[in-house]
């Protein structure tokens, strides 16, 4: 079983990778989480992947409630499981938490991976030019190979780089945190109010009201999934992305 949470593409594209080759069926953390699907139950030999973005060194709210939650279901004393943490420029201490939220329930990473793929974090990155995005994704399907390949053969190994310790991670969620406001985002009148955004938000933060868009919760996941996919590009947050350009991922064409 491959569990994943993915914004924008990314890390589904790698649950999909993962799972034609070994056979695993993915399951989106959205999904899971909305219909309160906590208790994981694994065949006896059957793996467990976790894959995630990284938020701030960290992991986004959505991932860390949903780990914090989770009950695993095994009967195999030697579950293999694994975790894949996505990232920019740093994977920050996301691998060293998710371990950690397992510990807690009597289990452990087997493996750890960590894979350089495109910042959507456009407040800082520039994506309007193809030469920034090839520069995020040059090492990144070789990279993937090589984590397909010890998945594959069950190795226990640490292939991950350019991790922080877990002290820097706590700081930066604190900025994560008060940067969550969703009265960041605001909406131009470019909008054509097709609702995909509300659609679309993993923790149901936006809604259509009196012809508008609006935010109904102070915070969401900062995951920028509707300033991504916005057909229009109408939504900016705090006036510093529009410049900087829209990502999918160009293998994803349905977001769940």
């Known amino acids: 079983m491959i569990i994943y949470f993915s914004a924008t593409g990314n890390c589904k594209y790698v649950a999909k990778r993962i799972s ?21 139950e694994l065949k006896k030999d059957e793996s467990l992947g976790i894959i995630t973005p990284t938020y701030f060194w960290g992991l986004p709210v959505l991932v860390r409630q949903y780990l914090s939650n989770m009950n695993i279901k095994t009967d195999n004393d030697n579950l293999f499981i694994y975790a894949v943490s996505t990232y920019g420029t740093s994977p920050g201490a996301s691998i060293a938490i998710i371990d950690d939220l397992l510990k807690d329930k009597g289990f452990r990473l087997s493996s750890k991976y960590t894979l350089m793929m495109v910042d959507t974090w456009t407040v800082m990155f520039d994506l309007t030019k193809e030469e920034n995005i090839a520069e995020f994704t040059r090492d990144t399907d070789n990279k993937l190979n090589m984590i397909i390949d010890s998945i594959s053969s069950a190795k226990n190994e640490d292939l991950t780089e350019k991790t922080k310790p877990k002290l820097f991670s706590k700081f930066a969620q604190f900025a994560y945190n008060l940067d969550r406001k969703t009265s960041y985002f605001t909406v131009d009148d470019s909008c ?12 149901d933060a936006i809604e259509i009201k009196d012809k508008k868009v609006v935010w109904v919760k102070d915070k969401c996941l900062l995951c ?3 300033l991504h996919r916005c057909p229009t590009f109408s939504i900016e947050y705090k006036n510093k992305t529009k410049v900087n350009g829209q990502y999918t991922n160009p293998n994803i064409t349905e977001f769940d």
Request: overall charge negative; charged content about 25%; hydrophobic content about 30%.
């Open 20 to 40: 034609e080759e070994t056979g695993d069926n993915i399951h989106s953390l959205i999904a899971l989480n909305k219909n309160k699907e906590y208790t994981l």
């Open 192 to 203: 054509t109010l097709c609702g995909l955004c509300s659609k679309d938000c993993p923790v």
């Open 224 to 226: 920028f999934r509707c």
